[in-house]
Nanobody
Framework: QVQLVESGGGLVQAGGSLRLSCAAS????????MGWFRQAPGKERDFVAR????????VYADSVKGRFTISRDNAKNTMYLQMNSLKPEDTAVYYC?????????WGQGTQVTVSS
């Protein structure tokens, strides 16, 4: 059974950087497009970025374009989100999932808090 585990969150000042990781169990990671999503307090879970199976194609939400970079290492069954120039409005719990979403794969997420 596939499991996704997010890590790398933390507390950072505005303008700082963080790198999130999404580690996948199982042997099918490279077969699927993957995505990052985030949920701020009191808000719905929103799309952040996605990447195709090979890493050759990426799409970003307008709010993070130019600041965040999604990547993957299929040999390590891991996806990453490099977040630069962080803003207080980036504060949220960040989740990874396949793209399109597979509901049963939601993990615990990793908290990102950006202070002003």
């Amino acid at each position: 059974q596939v499991q996704l585990v997010e890590s790398g969150g933390g507390l950072v000042q505005a303008g700082g950087s963080l790198r999130l990781s999404c580690a996948a169990s199982g042997r099918t990671f490279s077969n699927y497009a993957m995505g990052w999503f985030r949920q701020a307090p009191g808000k719905e879970r929103d799309f952040v970025a996605r990447i195709n199976w090979s890493g050759g194609s990426t799409v970003y939400a307008d709010s993070v374009k130019g600041r965040f970079t999604i990547s993957r290492d299929n040999a390590k069954n891991t996806m990453y989100l490099q977040m630069n120039s962080l803003k207080p409005e980036d504060t949220a719990v960040y989740y990874c999932n396949r793209y399109p979403i597979q509901v049963n794969l939601w993990g615990q997420g990793t908290q990102v808090t950006v202070s002003s």
